[in-house]
C-alpha cells in the first residue's frame, strides 16, 4: 500500500516536473523498489554510472521519505494499518488543488520545516542534477504551502 | 630532440608500449611459478617421498659423464624413470591447469548471457546507433549486442572468447540515455569499443578464468599436500618414538610457513590481476577520448570523483576500476599514465624471481632429463661399434648441445622479464618528454632500482627453495649482502639502459621504442645474470654465516 501511494504521488509529481519520463515512469518506479542487482564494478565495464538527468528516481526517494514521515508523525499509523482513508489523506499533502480543509489534515509549521530539511538532506545524498534538483524541490514544497 | 611537443595527445599514447602486455606477462609468469611450485609438492604425496619443495635437483648427478659411461642400462633406465615421473606430473599439473582456465575462458560469454538474462538487442535504430559508433571505433569484427532487464542501468560491458566479441548494455543506457544523454551513450559506448579496439579482452577474460577454478584446485591440492606431508611425518615419528613436543611444533610450523608463502603468493596474483584490469580502463578512457571531444567525460569525472567517497586499500587493490579521481586527473593529463611505478616493478621482480627459481629448476631437470635419455640411449647403441674416444667425444658434443638448450632457455626466460622490467625506465623518458614537472633521473633510477631489489628478496622469502624457512632467523642474515649486490647489478642495467635510450631519442625524430637484437640479447643476459647470481647468493651467504 504505502508503494502504491509513494508511486501515485511521484507520478503526479513527474506529470510536472519531467513529463516526458511518464514513458518509462512505471519501469523505473517499479525498480525503485526492488533491489539493486546492478555489477556496478563489472570486469571491463565503464564503472558505475549515475544518471543525474532523471528526475523520477530522486522523486521517488523524496517521496517516499515524506510518506513514512507523514505517516509516524503527522497521521500516526503504522505501514500495516494503511487504508483508503489514510491513503487518501497522504495524497492531499500533495494535492496542488486542494478540496478543503475541514476532513483534511494539514502541516504546523515546524512540521513543514521538517519536511523542507528533509527534502534538502535528500537532495544533497541522491544524484541528480542541479537543474532537476532545483525543480523538484520547488515543486514539492509548493505543494505543501499551498496546501496550508 | 629540437621537435619536443609540449603535451601528450590523446592518440599519441597508443604510440608507446601498453603497461598492459607487461601486467599479463607478469601474471602469466606468476601462474606458472606457482604452479611449478605446487605441482612439485605432487610426486612427494603420490610416491611416498619426503615433501621437499623443488627436490628433483638431485636429478643433476645424471649430468656425468662417468656415470653415464659405467652405469647397466637396467640401472640407469630404472633410475631415469624414478625422475621421469615427479617431473611428467609436475608438467601435467601446469598443463591441466593452463588447459581448465582456457576452457573456463572459452565458456565464459555463455555464463555471463545466461546469469544476466541478457537478450539480444532488436530494436533497429539502437542497432544501428551502435553500428555507427563501431565504425567510428575503427573496429570491423562482427559484435553481437545484448541489453539486460534493469532500467537503472546506464552502463555497458564488452566481453567475448577469441573474436566471439558482445556488447552488453544496461537498459537504462539504451532505453532513457540514448535519447535524453546522447553524448554521455556515445562516451560509454566508445569507451567500451575502445577496450575492444585495445585487444583487452582475451587478455583480461583468460586471466580472470584462472581465478576461478584453476586457482581453487591450485590452493586446495597445495594445502591437500602439504597436509598429507605434514601428517605422515607426526606419525611417522610418533610410530618410531621419535618425538619430542618441540619437534612436533617445528614440523608444524615449517608447513604453516610454506602454507602460508602458497597462500601469499596466490593472493598476490589476484592483486596483479585486479592491476591488469585497472590499468585498462585508463587506456580505454583515452582511447575514447581520441575518437571525440573529452569535455562531457571531464566534467561527469570531476563531479562524480567530488561525491564519491574515498576508496579504502581493499578497494583499491581489488576494484576493477580506478578512482573516478584518478580517471578524471589521467584523462585531464594523459601524460599521467606515463609516471614510473616504484610499485609495479616492486611486484615485477618479485613475481620474476618465483617464475625464475621455479622454471630455472624445472626447466633444467627437464632439459636434462631429456638429454640425457636419449643421448644415452643413443649411445648405449653405438657402444659396440665406436671406439672409446669417439665416443666419449661424442658424449661431450651431447653435452654441449644440452648446455646451449638450456643457454636458449635460460634466455628465453630473461626476454621475457626483461621487457616488463625495462618498460619502467623508458616511462621515465615518455613522461619527461611531455610532463612540465620533469622526473629527476637519478633519484628515479635509484628509488626504482632500489624497490627491483626489494621485489627480490621477498622474493626469496616466499619462495621456499632448497628447503629454505623464514623460520630459521640466520638465514635472514644472507638478504642485506644480496641486497646490496642486486642493488648494484639492477643500478648499472638501469642506467645503462636509460642512457642508451636517451642516445636513441636523441638521434630520432619519432622513437617507437624498440630495440635492437642484439641490445636485448645484451639485456636478457644481464637480467639472467642478476637473477642467478641472487638465487647463488642467497644460498652462498647463508652456507656461509652457517658454517
Excluded at chain 2, 590481476?273 to 585497472?278: K, N, S, V
Excluded at chain 2, 646490496?484 to 643500478?491: L, P, Q, R, S, Y
Aim: charged fraction near 20%; charge should be positive; hydrophobic fraction near 45%.
Amino acid at each position: 500500500m504505502t508503494e502504491q501511494i509513494t508511486k501515485e504521488i511521484s507520478r503526479t509529481l513527474i506529470e510536472d516536473i519531467s513529463p516526458d519520463e511518464l514513458e518509462y515512469f512505471d519501469e523505473l518506479s517499479d525498480a525503485h523498489f526492488k533491489r539493486d542487482v546492478t555489477d556496478k564494478d563489472a570486469q571491463l565495464g565503464f564503472g558505475f554510472v549515475e544518471f543525474g538527468e532523471l528526475a523520477t528516481p530522486a522523486v521517488m526517494t523524496l517521496v517516499s521519505g515524506i510518506v513514512t514521515y507523514l505517516m509516524t508523525d503527522v497521521v500516526k499509523v503504522a505501514k500495516d494499518q494503511m487504508n483508503d482513508s489514510i491513503k487518501e489523506k497522504l495524497k492531499g499533502f500533495f494535492s496542488k488543488k486542494k478540496k478543503q480543509p475541514e476532513d483534511n489534515l494539514t502541516l504546523s509549521k515546524e512540521q513543514l520545516e521538517k519536511i523542507t530539511g528533509l527534502i534538502d538532506n535528500k537532495l544533497r545524498e541522491i544524484d541528480v542534477n542541479e537543474k532537476t534538483a532545483l525543480k523538484i524541490r520547488d515543486s514539492l514544497i509548493s505543494s505543501f504551502v499551498l496546501g496550508k | 630532440m629540437d621537435n619536443k611537443k609540449k603535451t601528450l595527445t590523446y592518440g599519441e599514447v597508443f604510440e608507446y608500449p601498453p603497461e598492459t602486455d607487461n601486467i599479463f606477462r607478469l601474471f602469466l609468469l606468476a601462474v606458472t611459478g606457482i604452479t611449478i611450485i605446487i605441482g612439485n609438492y605432487i610426486p612427494s604425496f603420490l610416491f611416498e617421498t619426503e615433501s621437499s619443495p623443488l627436490s628433483i635437483i638431485p636429478l643433476t648427478e645424471f649430468y656425468d659423464v662417468d656415470k653415464v659411461f659405467s652405469t647397466s642400462p637396467d640401472e640407469f633406465y630404472s633410475n631415469a624413470l624414478l625422475f621421469i615421473k615427479p617431473i611428467a606430473i609436475q608438467f601435467c599439473f601446469v598443463i591441466f591447469i593452463f588447459g581448465l582456465s582456457y576452457f573456463i575462458y572459452r565458456r565464459k560469454p555463455a555464463k555471463i548471457i545466461r546469469q544476466n538474462n541478457l537478450t539480444l538487442i532488436s530494436d533497429t535504430e539502437v542497432i544501428e546507433t551502435l553500428n555507427t559508433l563501431k565504425k567510428k571505433s575503427g573496429i570491423t569484427l562482427n559484435l553481437n549486442y545484448y541489453v539486460n532487464g534493469n532500467i537503472k542501468d546506464f552502463s555497458a560491458q564488452v566481453f567475448g572468447a577469441g573474436n566471439k566479441i558482445y556488447l552488453k548494455a544496461g537498459r537504462g543506457l539504451v532505453k532513457i540515455m540514448l535519447k535524453k544523454n546522447y553524448d554521455m551513450f556515445e562516451n560509454i559506448i566508445l569507451h567500451e569499443f575502445s577496450h575492444i579496439k585495445n585487444k583487452d579482452i582475451g587478455k583480461t577474460y583468460f586471466a580472470g578464468s584462472f581465478l576461478k577454478t584453476p586457482f581453487l584446485i591450485t590452493l586446495i591440492t597445495a594445502s591437500a599436500v602439504m597436509f598429507y606431508a605434514l601428517i605422515k611425518s607426526i606419525t611417522g615419528r610418533i610410530i618410531s618414538n621419535d618425538y619430542t613436543v618441540l619437534s612436533l611444533i617445528g614440523k608444524i610450523s615449517i608447513y604453516l610457513n610454506l602454507f602460508l608463502q602458497v597462500a601469499v603468493l596466490l593472493i598476490l596474483l589476484y592483486v596483479i590481476f585486479r592491476m591488469l584490469i585497472r590499468s585498462r580502463e585508463y587506456y580505454a578512457d583515452l582511447r575514447a577520448a581520441s575518437l571525440k571531444s573529452t569535455d562531457t567525460m571531464i566534467s561527469y569525472f570531476k563531479k562524480a570523483g567530488e561525491r564519491v567517497t574515498v576508496q579504502n586499500l581493499f578497494d583499491k587493490l581489488s576494484g576493477f576500476h580506478p578512482s573516478i579521481k584518478l580517471r578524471y586527473e589521467t584523462l585531464a593529463d594523459p601524460v599521467k599514465i606515463f609516471r614510473p611505478s616504484e610499485k609495479l616493478l616492486f611486484i615485477n621482480t618479485l613475481v620474476s624471481y618465483i617464475f625464475f627459481a621455479g622454471a630455472f629448476i624445472y626447466g633444467l631437470s627437464l632439459l636434462l632429463m631429456i638429454f640425457t635419455v636419449t643421448g644415452y640411449s643413443m649411445l648405449f647403441l653405438l657402444k659396440g661399434f665406436l671406439n672409446e674416444y669417439v665416443h666419449l667425444m661424442l658424449v661431450y658434443i651431447e653435452l654441449i648441445f644440452g648446455t646451449i638448450f638450456m643457454a636458449l632457455f635460460l634466455l628465453f626466460c630473461g626476454s621475457l622479464i626483461r621487457k616488463s622490467f625495462f618498460f619502467q625506465i623508458d616511462k621515465i623518458h615518455i613522461f619527461n618528454k611531455y610532463a612540465e614537472n620533469k622526473i629527476s633521473v637519478l633519484p628515479a633510477i635509484i628509488r626504482l632500482s632500489l624497490t627491483a631489489s626489494l621485489g627480490i628478496v621477498c622474493g626469496y622469502m616466499l619462495l621456499p627453495l632448497y628447503g629454505f624457512n623464514v623460520l630459521h632467523f640466520k638465514n635472514l642474515l644472507s638478504v642485506p649482502f644480496v641486497f646490496v649486490i642486486t642493488f648494484a647489478g639492477f643500478f648499472v642495467i638501469n642506467y645503462f639502459h636509460y642512457f642508451w635510450m636517451d642516445s636513441k631519442i636523441n638521434n630520432e625524430y619519432k622513437v617507437d621504442y624498440s630495440v635492437p637484437v642484439l641490445l636485448k640479447l645484451f639485456e636478457g643476459i644481464l637480467i639472467v645474470i642478476i637473477f642467478l647470481s641472487a638465487i647463488l647468493f642467497f644460498q652462498f651467504f647463508t652456507t656461509l654465516l652457517f658454517t
